[in-house]
DNA sequence: CACTTGACGTCGT
DNA sequence: GACGACGCCAAGT
């Protein structure tokens, strides 16, 4: 019995719930789901949801300084931009251009 | 079974 | 305020 899938689905929630336009960071949904310190485990949970059933918006996701870290995980890099902008975030230079402003704090599945 | 790597974050300099 | 080092957790090799 191997880990609790719970894990993921809690993030996957959290992913979920980010409302179009916005974005979070790892930390945050870490924090959101009881593990502050496991935002790691957030951006690998991230990493797998490709291979997830359901479809993540995993571009809305970024690092605490709003870069795209893990817009290689898409297959292309340009599409997490891409995906981004479409929704109306700005990014430059694999950065989200006022990433406070877009920010959004996801609600505690607790 | 032990070491390394990884979509991060915080503290210290 | 920028750069560097340490810490966490799990998976892959």
Not at 26 to 55: C, D, H, L, T
Not at 87 to 108: L, N, R, S
Request: proline share 7%; net charge positive.
């Amino acid at each position: 019995m191997p880990p609790e899938e719970n894990f993921f689905t809690k993030v996957f929630q959290v992913c979920k719930q980010i409302p179009r336009g916005k974005v979070t960071s790892y930390g945050a949904i870490a924090k959101a789901i009881g593990s502050p310190q496991s935002a790691r485990m957030v951006g690998w949970a991230m990493n797998k949801s490709f291979s997830f059933k359901e479809s993540i918006p995993a571009h809305r996701v970024v690092n605490r300084i709003g870069m795209l870290s893990g817009k290689k995980a898409f297959g292309d890099p340009k599409l997490m931009q891409q995906l981004l902008e479409q929704e109306g975030i700005p990014v430059k230079d694999d950065q989200v251009q006022d990433f406070q402003k877009y920010y959004w704090e996801p609600d505690g599945i607790l």
